[in-house]
T-cell receptor, first 111, second 108 residues
Framework: DAMVIQNPRYQVTQFGKPVTLSCSQT?????MYWYQQKSSQAPKLLFH???????NEADTPDNFQSRRPNTSFCFLDIRSPGLGDAAMYLC??????????FGPGTRLTVL | DAKTTQPNSMESNEEEPVHLPCNHS???????IHWYRQLPSQGPEYVIH???SNVNNRMASLAIAEDRKSSTLILHRATLRDAAVYYC?????????FGPGTRLSVLP
């Protein structure tokens, strides 16, 4: 089945230690998104790629970076995680005009 | 940014219809109305979307007001598996802005 895959499902890191979350898709969609979702809150868009074009939300902290080496893969890098960055991170894909398909998320814990 | 407002929570009895309202008074002519739901410990899941006309699919129906300033997601027969947070979203460009959503509880 075509899908969005996120690895790992659970990630533990230490305060200030860089961490990378990964997302892959078999849908061949040209748009990929990263969202942050904190407990009992709605997902908050961090950034998205339209093909190779990167679009950063205005209030996304500089601590968060992203890479998209090809159509199938997208990475979220958190350069110096703080306690406030503990959250569920959701990856999603869509066609240019279509609905979004979400992965299961990676739950990040910062110690 | 176009915004949506939804009730924080709603309750329904199993096998009864559920009408989930959403207000989007600042909608523009090119905004699509999308609905997603998020079950516990899962990523959001697409439910339905529309532009001007009412829409039906196997999961739900979407009723859009004539002035497009509000819409209603209709679950025809709620089941326990429909208990989730339902998000009404206005889609423009590639931007999805989630509102706080409605937490639906389904009582057996």
């Amino acid at each position: 089945d075509a899908m969005v895959i996120q690895n790992p499902r659970y990630q533990v890191t230490q305060f200030g230690k860089p961490v990378t979350l990964s997302c892959s898709q078999t849908l061949n969609h040209n748009v990929m998104y990263w969202y942050q979702q904190k407990s009992s809150q709605a997902p908050k868009l961090l950034f998205h790629y339209y093909d190779k074009d990167f679009n950063n939300e205005a209030d996304t902290p500089d601590n968060f970076q992203s890479r998209r080496p090809n159509t199938s893969f997208c990475f979220l890098d958190i350069r110096s995680p703080g306690l406030g960055d503990a959250a569920m991170y959701l990856c999603a894909t869509s066609t240019s005009k279509g609905s979004q398909f979400f992965g299961p998320g990676t739950r990040l814990t910062v110690l | 940014d176009a915004k949506t407002t939804q009730p924080n929570s709603m309750e329904s009895n199993e096998e009864e219809p559920v009408h989930l309202p959403c207000n989007h008074s600042t909608i523009s002519g090119t905004d699509y109305i999308h609905w997603y739901r998020q079950l516990p410990s899962q990523g959001p899941e697409y439910v339905i979307h529309g532009l001007t006309s009412n829409v039906n699919n196997r999961m739900a129906s979407l009723a859009i007001a004539e002035d497009r300033k509000s819409s209603t997601l209709i679950l025809h027969r709620a089941t326990l598996r429909d208990a989730a947070v339902y998000y009404c979203i206005l889609y423009y460009g590639q931007n999805f802005v989630f509102g706080p959503g409605t937490r639906l509880s389904v009582l057996p």
